[in-house]
């Protein structure tokens, strides 16, 4: 006689760019390519619960930095001193500037939360550990050794239960 499974009991395999196919939105895609990952970061836009990868979420970190130096870059240009090197003469570009970073600031808060909650997930970490980057110096780089830890078969308890 055979006893049904039940979802928890079931052994997942973890999905990964080398077995092909993207994984369903609420399972980790280890080694997921760059464009892949930023997909996948504003479908998940504010879904704190399942998991990330490590490559889904520095990925994604390399693109919101490189994103934010540019426009950062911007912002100084627009903002150059004037000819006599004593004060930035601030424009209607600069005034541009500052609204697109803004924006970008703004728009990318909670999904980024929501990416390393979901990342702290996948190395069996409840989400509430980034809280610990409130605490000064210490708790940015205890939460910055929390994402790079390896993915723990343990972390599977915060997916999302198949049928």
Known sequence: MTYP??????????????????????????????AAAVKRFFKKYATFSG????????WWTLVSVSVSIVLSLIMSV??????DGQRPEFGAGAAVAVSLFGLWFLALIVPSIALTVRRLHDSNKSGWWYFISAVPI??????????LLPPDPAGRQYDQPTS
Not at 140 to 145: P, T
């Open 5 to 34: 499974q039940y979802p928890q009991q079931q052994q997942q395999q973890p999905y990964s760019a080398a077995t092909g196919g993207e994984p369903p939105l609420w399972a980790p895609y280890y080694g997921a390519p760059i």
């Open 51 to 58: 998991r990330a990868s490590r490559s889904e979420y520095w």
């Open 78 to 83: 627009m903002g150059m001193p004037d000819s």
């Open 138 to 147: 210490v708790g940015g780089i205890i939460l910055l050794i929390f994402v």
